[in-house]
C-alpha cells in the first residue's frame, strides 16, 4: 500500500520561513517524479514545485521562485519544500504527489492526476 505523508506544516507570521516534508512508503521512491501542489480556501488545487527523480531538474510556479526550494532525499525517500519569506496568499493545504510521469509534465498538470497523493499539511501565514 502506498502511501506519501506530509509533515511540518503550521502558523506562522508572514516573513517566516516552514520546511514541509513528505515521506513515503510502498513505493520506489527514486523512480517517481515527485511535486507539491496546494489548494487555497474556496480555489482549486494548483502546482507548487516538482522535482525530478534524482532531483537534478526542478521547476516551480512563478508565485513561489526565489522563495521556495524542493529538493528530495531518495536514501530517506523524503521530499522536502523550504519555504522562505511566506506570504499570507501562501495559506493553503499543501498536498505532496507521486508521479511516474517527468517533473517537467508534472508542472503542467494543474493539480490533478497524479500517481499517488498525500492527506496535505496545512500552512497558514498571518499577516
Known amino acids: 500500500q502506498v502511501q506519501l505523508v506530509e509533515s511540518g506544516g503550521g502558523l506562522v507570521q508572514a516573513g517566516d520561513s516552514l520546511r514541509l516534508s513528505c515521506t513515503a512508503s510502498?513505493?520506489?521512491?527514486?523512480?517517481?517524479?515527485m511535486g507539491w501542489f496546494r489548494q487555497a480556501p474556496g480555489k482549486e488545487r494548483e502546482f507548487v514545485a516538482a522535482?525530478?527523480?534524482?532531483?537534478?531538474?526542478?521547476y516551480y510556479t512563478d508565485s513561489v521562485k526565489g522563495r521556495f526550494t524542493i529538493t528530495r532525499d531518495n536514501a530517506k525517500r523524503t521530499m522536502y519544500l523550504q519555504m522562505n519569506n511566506l506570504k499570507p496568499e501562501d495559506t493553503a493545504l499543501y498536498y505532496c504527489?507521486?508521479?511516474?510521469?517527468?517533473?517537467?509534465?508534472?508542472?503542467?498538470?494543474?493539480?490533478?492526476?497524479?500517481?499517488?497523493w498525500g492527506k496535505g499539511t496545512l500552512v497558514t501565514v498571518s499577516s
Open positions: 510502498g513505493l520506489t521512491f527514486s523512480a517517481y517524479s
Open positions: 504527489a507521486a508521479d511516474k510521469t517527468t517533473a517537467q509534465a508534472m508542472s503542467n498538470r494543474k493539480g490533478s492526476g497524479m500517481d499517488y
Open positions: 522535482i525530478s527523480t534524482q532531483g537534478a531538474y526542478t
